[in-house]
């Protein structure tokens, strides 16, 4: 019988992670398996938090947003362990992208059922992302989101874009993708492992979490009255035909550009240019459903 420690994010969801985890546990403490609860205080205490319980033979659960999950997955990566994910953020996008189900016991029994799956992460100079890295005006409007916790999650995520075109000037994006290097004036950069983020939007749908490459989408400068179309386009991956559209894949990229940008992964800023992304195959065992 597996245990569990769960590291619960208190203010995911505006606070819903804990509410979210109770009845999961109940599912698996009625099943007869240990449970126990660790409220995470910022990213280094939940990484250190996570390669303890790893290395104590627990499996490591997640329960916030995609921030903690990529927080949660370093340590999980560094002690050799297993992960599980109880959705409970704003954008939950990696949940979706693996297709964890939404219902408390369906979650309890794939934690205690399901096979480890491996998947890859990006290594961003030493960081462990397992979804995307983002620069450009996909970077600014995380910020803002993050500004704006107050407002409903969809209606921020569907704002935020629009904010921050409003005071964007384009700068030139320098992408250097296994040795390829290019330059453009351009909106944002993309690299990414799901290709999943802001709340539903496939934004590089050609991305697989378990092939061994990352994905390189770069949009090019474009008219900004063409944004609304362009992340309409985005739910379903249409937007990957427009000619300012780059897509290259790799197992290496360095970006860089002519301005300050901040670099984002996963809902949060964790840097700024230049960067370097490498990918980690089969780096992080998780419990999901079959690819």
């Known amino acids: 019988m597996r245990s569990f420690t769960a590291l619960v994010n208190p203010i ?8 979210a985890w109770q009845p999961v546990a109940a599912a698996l403490s009625a099943a007869g398996a240990t449970t126990r609860v660790v409220e995470t205080t910022d990213a280094a205490h939940a990484a250190s938090a996570a390669a303890e319980a790893a290395q104590a033979g627990d499996v490591v659960v997640a329960v916030g947003g995609d921030g903690l999950v990529r927080d949660v997955a370093s340590g999980v990566v560094e002690a050799g362990g297993v992960l599980g994910v109880v959705p409970a953020g704003r954008g939950n996008d990696l949940g979706r992208a693996l297709g964890l189900p939404a219902s408390a016991s369906a979650l309890a029994r794939l934690l205690l059922d399901a096979a480890p799956r491996a998947i890859d992460v990006l ?11 983002y620069v450009g005006i996909d970077s600014m409007s995380t910020r803002i989101i993050n500004d704006t916790r107050w407002l409903p999650a969809l209606l921020a995520y569907r704002l935020a ?11 030139t994006f320098t992408v250097s993708t296994d040795g390829d290097a290019r330059s453009a004036c351009a909106y944002s950069v ?17 991305a697989v979490l378990d092939d061994g490459k990352l994905d390189v989408l770069t949009v090019g400068d474009g008219p900004r009255r ?22 290259v894949a790799g197992t290496s990229v360095t970006i860089d ?3 300050d940008v901040p670099v984002c992964a996963d809902g949060d800023e964790i840097g700024t240019l230049p960067v370097t992304v490498k990918v980690r195959p089969g780096a992080l065992r998780l419990l999901a459903p079959p690819a």
């Open 190 to 206: 993309v690299v990414a492992n799901s290709g999943a983020y802001g709340h539903g939007l496939r934004i590089v749908p050609s």
């Open 226 to 247: 063409e944004l609304v179309k362009f992340m309409r386009e985005a739910k379903t991956g249409e937007h990957v035909r427009r000619p300012e559209i780059t897509l």
């Open 123 to 133: 290594d961003v100079d030493g960081v462990v992302v397992p979804g995307n890295v």
């Open 257 to 259: 550009a002519d301005a």
């Open 161 to 171: 874009p629009v904010r921050a075109i409003l005071r964007w000037r384009s700068p």
């Open 12 to 19: 995911s969801g505006g606070g819903h992670a804990l509410r």
